[in-house]
């Protein structure tokens, strides 16, 4: 006999692990982009997003994934019951609002993050454009979504 809640998380948990994962990838490349160093620059001056800039900012958001996370839970161990702060690496005030230790790990984090963008053949500039692009192309954020699901796909390893 079947138990009830394989009749009701039978098809929806691999999607409900699909979007999360994609959430988590989006809350990560915000963080990223929020906190590294983002030069505005004119719609029009900004060069159309090919497939291989989106396939390198998947893998480097995936690639930031397991840091972010891990930086997440040391901060919250630090800080104890209270909420974290909004954490912007090039705002002085944001991070010296935390702990001594709670800010090296921030600090830590924002420099692995930004290696690991460029590592994957993006400057700064053009992960953070990308990621504002993201919010405002819901055809952009499909493609990235799609790129996303394909490099964690077992296939593809």
Avoid: H, W
């Avoid at 994934?65 to 912007?88: C, D, H, N």
């Amino acid at each position: 006999m079947k138990k009830i809640s394989d009749l009701i998380f039978r098809n929806s948990l691999p999607t409900m692990l699909s979007q999360t994962l994609f959430f988590g990838a989006l809350t990560t490349a915000s963080l990223v982009a929020s906190t590294l160093t983002f030069n505005s620059k004119a719609d029009a001056q900004n060069p159309p997003i090919n497939n291989t800039e989106i396939t390198s900012y998947a893998q480097a958001v995936l690639a930031m994934e397991p840091s972010r996370q891990q930086a997440f839970e040391e901060i919250k161990k630090l800080i104890g019951g209270k909420e974290i702060p909004k954490i912007v690496c090039n705002d002085s005030n944001s991070m010296n609002s935390l702990p001594r230790r709670a800010r090296d790990i921030a600090v830590n984090y924002c420099n692995r993050s930004q290696k690991i963008v460029e590592d994957n053949g993006l400057s700064i500039d053009r992960f953070n454009g990308i990621t504002v692009e993201i919010q405002n192309n819901n055809n952009l954020k499909r493609q990235v979504y799609n790129t996303l699901i394909r490099l964690q796909s077992p296939d593809s390893q």
